[in-house]
């Protein structure tokens, strides 16, 4: 099956600063690709997300670009903000049909320093 | 904006006892899906449906799960003999027909196992 390894654990970043979160995938198979945001105590939030058939999605201040040689996919948050502080998860799916469940790194913790 | 909604928001039951999640999935979403997360770790896939039948599971989802989708609105997860380990935040999600990989997540129901 499908394995996701994200790094860092956690990210510490002054406001105003780039934050670059990484993912790597392991099923050359994926073709979907979501980043959820969660704070605390609360339900992920889907900020960006880019199929196989793109290799960079932006918006506004969000993101995300995908090797698919390499197997891996970033994150990226420009101009960062107080409230950018949260949880950042990764997920990977083979979307060939059905519905099928996303697997998701560990997640990062960002912190945005004031 | 049409938001998955799951009740109860916290449910504590004693080891050995049956629970049941509920979810109402975005009205006109016809996949669903939940996840668990463990405190502190990172969101797991348990299984998928669609069309009134399970269309994917994970090894999570062993024979004390069981989903149903009782009537038109709600979507529904049962544990029949909860075990401490159950114990974590359950997540129902729904996606739609044609963009069927973006995955939209409910609040959560926090199931505490004694």
């Known amino acids: 099956g499908e394995n996701v390894e994200q790094h860092p654990s956690t990210l510490s970043v002054q406001e105003g600063d780039s934050a670059v979160i990484k993912c790597t995938y392991s099923?050359?198979?994926?073709?979907?690709f979501p980043w959820y945001k969660q704070e605390l105590g609360k339900r992920p939030q889907l900020i960006i997300d880019?199929?196989?058939?793109?290799g960079e999605k932006k918006d506004q201040r969000i993101a995300v670009t995908l090797n698919k040689t390499a197997k891996h996919f970033s994150l990226h948050i420009t101009e960062t903000q107080p409230e950018d502080s949260a949880v950042y998860f990764c997920?990977?799916?083979?979307?060939?049909?059905?519905?099928?469940?996303?697997?998701f790194g560990k997640g990062t913790h960002l912190i945005i320093q004031p | 904006e049409p938001e998955v909604t799951q009740t109860p928001s916290h449910q504590v039951t004693q080891m050995g006892q049956e629970v049941i999640l509920r979810c109402v999935p975005i009205?006109?979403?016809?996949?669903f899906y939940w996840y668990r997360q463990i405190l502190g770790q990172k969101v797991e896939f348990l299984v998928s449906?669609?069309?009134?039948?399970?269309?994917?599971k994970s090894e999570i989802f062993d024979d004390q799960f069981s989903v149903e989708r009782p009537d038109g609105s709600n979507f529904t997860l049962k544990i029949r003999s909860t075990k401490l380990e159950d114990s974590a935040m359950y997540f129902c999600?729904?996606?739609?027909?044609?963009?069927?990989?973006?995955?939209?997540f409910g609040p959560g129901t926090r199931l505490l196992v004694l």
């Open positions: 997920a990977a799916r083979y979307s060939g049909g059905g519905a099928d469940g996303l697997t």
């Open positions: 009205s006109n979403h016809l996949y």
């Open positions: 099923d050359s198979a994926s073709n979907y």
């Open positions: 999600a729904s996606s739609e027909t044609s963009f069927r990989e973006t995955q939209y």
């Open positions: 880019i199929r196989s058939n793109v």
């Open positions: 449906f669609y069309n009134n039948e399970i269309s994917e």
